[in-house]
């Protein structure tokens, strides 16, 4: 745990004097339209850390959006352009914020809603059904035959305690398996990632490893930092086989637990399809004329050295059946039920 955090507080220096070197340069840096388009592209140019996974030639890039940028251009012109050049990065960490909007990948976002692989209708009224219960950030019931216990973690934006743990563990100790529904969850604390991690047996298991961008070219990275799985109380471990639920929605921190759990935890499972990935830190700044940017400027491997921020893909794929669906069946869940069930 010390390891982790002497790593995070490195990756949070960098992060600080980078933004105090942008607070100065921008001082000496002109605000006018053209001006600010050039520092946002050399700032991407020199700092996002996916050009070869997302297979942009930022180049390219420049050569189709810097004729579209004029000293006479209005502000909700150049946003447009601004906004659509960082869109070619197909990065849903990556935003371009004014006063009057906030720019967001169209592509990315119809990736994750449109390709999702839950029905929250048929979830609640046959899974859940109308008597399930509510632990903390969790909705959670038993479900086949009370064999196996289903827990619904809708966002990692919501607070996980020892406590929730503690008293999920009691109450599902005689079920075969558990569920964790993590499909449609878009990410947020990446605390909540080590909390939720809990439930799996403690150790210091070496989950992935992370660079973050500190030279100009595309290619330049810091050294490895190496993450280690922060140990716990065994109290909240539960001790049974789990299978995890993911889609093309879960993202970010998601995408990180994804990431964790696989391979690393013999008893964990990953079933549904592909995450949405998501796995660089974003960082941001100011630009010339007072709008602010953010995109993403590490990466994250996992114990191979491959690179999922495209997705993480799971243990076994399935995906919604329409017509189980319009039964009232979640293939997913059954094929999860199945697996921890050895049917």
């Known amino acids: 745990m010390k390891k982790l955090h002497i790593a995070l507080a490195f990756i949070a ?7 105090c070197e942008k607070v100065f340069m921008e001082k000496e840096t ?34 189709v959006y810097s004729p579209k940028v004029s000293e006479k251009i209005s502000d909700d012109s150049l946003f447009s352009v601004l906004g659509a050049m960082l869109n070619t990065l197909d990065d849903g960490h990556t935003n371009l914020v004014s006063p009057f909007d906030i720019s967001h990948n169209e592509k990315v976002y119809r990736k994750m809603y449109e390709n999702k692989n839950i029905n929250s209708e048929v979830v609640v009224l046959n899974y859940l059904t109308i008597n399930y219960h509510t632990t903390g950030s969790f909705a959670h019931n038993a479900i086949r035959d009370g064999q196996i216990a289903y827990l619904r973690y809708s966002s990692f934006v919501d607070a996980i305690s020892d ?3 503690v008293y999920l563990v009691n109450k599902y100790k005689n079920t075969k398996g558990m569920i964790i529904d993590l499909r449609q969850n878009g990410g947020g604390s990446v605390d909540n990632v080590w909390n939720l991690m809990k439930l799996f047996p403690s150790g210091t298991r070496q989950l992935y490893k992370t660079q973050i961008k500190n030279g100009p070219g595309h290619n330049e990275f810091s050294d490895f930092s190496i993450v280690k799985q922060p140990e716990h109380d065994e109290k909240t471990t539960y001790g049974h086989p789990i299978v995890v639920l993911t889609d093309r929605g879960s993202y970010s921190a998601t995408s990180f637990f994804s990431l964790c759990i696989k391979s690393n935890f013999p008893e964990a499972t990953i079933v549904g399809d592909t995450t949405g990935g998501g796995l660089g830190l974003p960082n941001g700044g100011e630009l010339p004329n007072g709008w602010t940017y953010r995109f993403s400027i590490t990466r994250t491997l996992d114990n191979n050295d491959n690179n999922y921020e495209n997705g993480m893909p799971p243990d076994v794929t399935v995906i919604l059946d329409p017509v189980q669906t319009a039964q009232g069946i979640d293939n997913v869940i059954e094929t999860a039920c199945d697996i921890l069930l050895g049917e």
Do not use: I, R
């Not at 220096?13 to 933004?19: E, I, T």
């Not at 339209?33 to 390219?60: A, I, N, R």
């Open 30 to 63: 002109s605000s006018d339209p053209v001006s600010t388009f050039e520092y946002l592209w050399k700032t991407v140019d020199e700092q996002y850390s996916f050009f070869d996974v997302k297979g942009v030639d930022w180049d390219s890039v420049y050569a």
């Open 163 to 165: 406590d929730d743990l």
């Open 13 to 19: 220096f960098v992060l600080l004097c980078s933004s």
